[in-house]
């Protein structure tokens, strides 16, 4: 098996590199943007959306897609290539639900007309989403929301709560999941939508997180009025397409580059204050060590897609494990700095701006998000090592 980059990835990964030099204005690459974009809008969204239209104009937003819908057919690890960068190097300009997850679902089960409605808008960086999905009883049991959508004449008509809804304040559309059929069992009674945010009878309140964030939202529904033409795959088909769905955002997002750039920046820290004992260096090797397997395991996803399979358990082995070693990252960086690690954001003292403080409290929801890691660990027992439900 060959290991090393060809000729044309390496290049790829330079011509990012020199892009985020740049484009990235100094004073700003400490922040992390996938989730700044959605908790400190003020600050930092306006710029997001104009690095996103940038990456959009250079292609690199739709590296993947068909050449008919204007991407460029490129393999997948050059998707990955350029999300690495971006997030090692705190660089913006990435929508993760609409180009990594939202996109690859359309181009599997959209019909043409909303390909051509939809995907323009995500391939230039111009339209971002969210995902209307979890609910106050339906987290990590999804196939039980009792969000519902009525057919009337030309529309369905949706009523309900979703919760939990990453970025829906900043979002100009969102994929949503509904109820459809009473009857059905839960798991095919399920219909898949696309909403454009605007439409009336939407109202979306604030969730702060424990970073004293603004990313999560509850999102209601009283009487919105979809269009026929805006639910993906058949009526009461929309597991199916959720299912795909979850399997592209499982990989979404390379915890082990965050992690990464974290520990360097701790590693640093601790050479300036010359406390590199023997101890430390054998805990920082152990989780460098662990960063370089959640890279390996991100790239057997790129290579089995490359092949044309399926992901399944092993989309729930990566996101389990990448973002449970951004907790360990994120704990050993508070042990190492000490008492700095604890302040934050404005602190003369803290260390990066009170980065570490952040990403403690922020990291804690990386195993509950996108699926919690229980139901990984469940679907990596069932259907990896073929062992019975518990």
């Not at 300009?93 to 390909?115: N, R, S």
């Not at 009792?146 to 994929?175: L, M, R, Y």
């Given at each position: 098996?060959?290991?090393?980059?060809?000729?044309?990835?390496?290049?790829?990964?330079?011509?990012?590199?020199?892009?985020?030099?740049?484009?990235?204005?100094?004073e700003?690459k400490?922040?992390?943007y996938?989730f700044?974009?959605?908790?400190?809008?003020?600050?930092?969204?306006n710029?997001?959306?104009?690095?996103?239209?940038?990456?959009?104009?250079?292609?690199?937003?739709?590296?993947?897609?068909?050449k008919k819908?204007?991407g460029?057919?490129a393999?997948?690890?050059?998707?990955?290539?350029?999300?690495e960068?971006?997030?090692?190097?705190?660089?913006?300009?990435?929508?993760?639900?609409?180009?990594?997850?939202?996109?690859?679902?359309?181009?599997?089960?959209?019909?043409?007309?909303?390909?051509e409605?939809?995907?323009?808008?995500?391939?230039?960086g111009e339209?971002?989403w969210c995902?209307?999905?979890?609910?106050?009883?339906?987290g990590?049991?999804?196939?039980s929301p009792?969000?519902?959508?009525?057919?009337?004449?030309?529309?369905?008509v949706?009523?309900?709560?979703?919760?939990?809804?990453?970025?829906?304040?900043?979002?100009?559309?969102?994929i949503?999941?509904?109820r459809?059929?009473?009857?059905?069992?839960?798991?095919?009674?399920?219909?898949?939508?696309?909403?454009?945010?605007?439409?009336p009878?939407?109202s979306?309140?604030?969730?702060?997180?424990?970073?004293?964030d603004h990313?999560?939202?509850?999102?209601?529904?009283?009487?919105v009025?979809?269009?026929k033409?805006n639910?993906?795959?058949?009526?009461?088909?929309?597991?199916?397409v959720v299912?795909?769905?979850?399997?592209?955002?499982?990989?979404?997002?390379?915890?082990?580059?965050?992690?990464h750039?974290?520990?360097?920046?701790?590693?640093?820290?601790?050479?300036?204050?010359?406390?590199?004992?023997?101890a430390?260096?054998?805990?920082?090797?152990?989780?460098?060590?662990?960063?370089?397997?959640?890279?390996?395991?991100?790239?057997?996803?790129?290579?089995?897609?490359?092949?044309?399979?399926?992901?399944?358990?092993?989309?729930?082995a990566?996101?389990?494990?990448?973002?449970?070693l951004?907790?360990?990252?994120?704990?050993?960086?508070m042990?190492?700095?000490?008492?700095y690690?604890?302040?934050?954001?404005?602190?003369?003292?803290?260390?990066?701006d009170?980065?570490?403080?952040?990403?403690?409290?922020?990291?804690?929801?990386?195993?509950?998000?996108?699926?919690?890691?229980?139901?990984?660990r469940?679907?990596?027992a069932?259907?990896?090592?073929g062992?019975?439900?518990?």
């Amino acid at each position: 098996m060959e290991f090393e980059f060809t000729q044309e990835q390496k290049a790829f990964r330079n011509e990012v590199r020199q892009f985020i030099k740049r484009e990235l204005p100094s004073e700003l690459k400490w922040r992390n943007y996938y989730f700044d974009f959605y908790s400190h809008y003020d600050e930092v969204g306006n710029f997001t959306r104009v690095m996103s239209r940038k990456l959009g104009t250079k292609g690199w937003l739709s590296l993947t897609w068909p050449k008919k819908y204007g991407g460029q057919g490129a393999s997948p690890i050059f998707q990955l290539i350029l999300q690495e960068e971006l997030e090692y190097n705190h660089c913006p300009g990435i929508d993760i639900f609409g180009v990594t997850m939202i996109a690859p679902t359309l181009l599997k089960f959209a019909d043409e007309e909303q390909k051509e409605e939809h995907l323009p808008g995500i391939a230039k960086g111009e339209v971002f989403w969210c995902e209307c999905l979890s609910e106050p009883d339906a987290g990590s049991d999804l196939a039980s929301p009792k969000t519902v959508a009525k057919e009337e004449d030309s529309s369905f008509v949706i009523n309900g709560q979703k919760v939990w809804t990453s970025g829906a304040h900043q979002a100009d559309w969102a994929i949503l999941l509904a109820r459809t059929s009473q009857e059905l069992p839960k798991h095919r009674g399920l219909s898949f939508f696309l909403v454009d945010m605007k439409t009336p009878g939407i109202s979306v309140n604030p969730l702060i997180n424990m970073a004293n964030d603004h990313e999560f939202n509850e999102v209601f529904f009283e009487d919105v009025r979809v269009p026929k033409k805006n639910m993906v795959g058949d009526k009461n088909k929309g597991w199916y397409v959720v299912m795909t769905l979850l399997g592209f955002e499982r990989w979404s997002i390379p915890f082990y580059a965050i992690a990464h750039r974290y520990l360097e920046d701790v590693i640093n820290y601790a050479k300036q204050k010359k406390s590199l004992n023997p101890a430390l260096r054998y805990r920082l090797s152990e989780l460098l060590i662990e960063c370089e397997v959640g890279r390996l395991l991100h790239y057997r996803i790129v290579w089995m897609q490359e092949k044309g399979e399926i992901l399944d358990y092993e989309a729930a082995a990566v996101k389990m494990y990448t973002t449970e070693l951004n907790q360990r990252v994120a704990a050993a960086s508070m042990e190492i700095l000490g008492p700095y690690g604890i302040l934050t954001k404005g602190s003369k003292w803290a260390y990066l701006d009170g980065e570490a403080a952040w990403n403690y409290l922020r990291c804690i929801g990386n195993s509950l998000e996108m699926g919690s890691s229980e139901i990984d660990r469940n679907i990596i027992a069932m259907r990896g090592l073929g062992l019975p439900p518990g």
